[in-house]
């Protein structure tokens, strides 16, 4: 059983940066694809990015070159760079493990992980 654990949301005006981080067990957080999801107020959880076991990156197109997915392989720590944020990005973030992958990670497809975070609260107002 993984535990992952996530922090960093908070509160923003339009056009801030914010940084979320989740942290895991080494084993998990060497082998598997990892990802960031969030749910928007009274929407379904969407995938917003995704790093595989090489670092291989995805991006949902509604975040690309505002959002940057990172790992420190150090710390056992993802993270989830925010820049550029707006009203729309408001929503409960989750990180999650996909313990079937290790490569070509599912950004669409949030039922393929297994194990996930609490969820981080972000907002952002216009």
């Known amino acids: 059983q993984e535990r992952l654990v996530e922090s960093g949301g908070g509160s923003v005006q339009a056009g801030g940066s914010l940084m979320l981080s989740c942290s895991l067990s080494?084993?998990?957080?060497?082998?598997?694809?990892m990802g960031w999801f969030r749910q928007p107020p009274g929407k379904g959880r969407e995938g917003v990015s995704a790093?595989?076991?090489?670092?291989?990156?995805r991006y949902a197109d509604s975040v690309k070159g505002r959002f940057t997915i990172s790992k420190d392989n150090a710390k056992n720590t993802l993270y989830l760079r925010m820049n550029s944020l707006k009203p729309e990005d408001t929503a409960i973030y989750y990180c999650?493990?996909?313990?079937?992958?290790?490569?070509?990670?599912?950004?669409?497809?949030?039922?393929?992980?297994?194990?996930w975070g609490q969820g981080t609260q972000v907002t952002v107002s216009s």
């Open positions: 999650a493990l996909d313990v079937r992958r290790a490569y070509d990670c599912y950004l669409r497809s949030w039922s393929s992980y297994d194990f």
């Open positions: 790093i595989d076991r090489a670092g291989t990156t």
């Open positions: 080494k084993y998990a957080f060497s082998t598997y694809c």
